[in-house]
């Protein structure tokens, strides 16, 4: 069973973003995602526990910064 997941829990949300979509998106394509296109994604992932409420701006970046870690790490 896996450990539910939350806004604060950035690279555990990208890592789960990089196995949905994989090479699909590169460095480049993940900064243009758009936000809104963004929070859906997270809140689609099975173990996420978080509300939309609960999400910034700050978070956002924060995952998709490890999203291109995580990306680059698989390169």
């Known amino acids: 069973m896996e450990l539910p997941i ?3 829990d950035h690279e555990d949300v990208a ?5 949905r979509f994989g090479d ?5 394509k993940i900064y243009r995602i ?3 296109e963004l929070i859906e994604w997270v809140l689609e992932i ?5 509300s ?7 978070h ?3 995952i998709q910064s490890q999203w291109v870690y ?3 790490d698989n390169q």
């Not at 699909?24 to 480049?28: I, K, T, V």
């Not at 939309?52 to 700050?58: A, I, K, P, S, T």
């Open 24 to 28: 699909d998106f590169g460095e480049d």
């Open 6 to 8: 939350h806004w604060k």
């Open 46 to 50: 099975p173990e996420f526990v978080d």
């Open 70 to 72: 995580e990306w680059r």
């Open 60 to 62: 956002l970046e924060m």
């Open 52 to 58: 939309r409420e609960e999400c910034n701006e700050g």
């Open 34 to 36: 758009r936000f809104t």
């Open 15 to 19: 890592m789960k973003l990089y196995e």
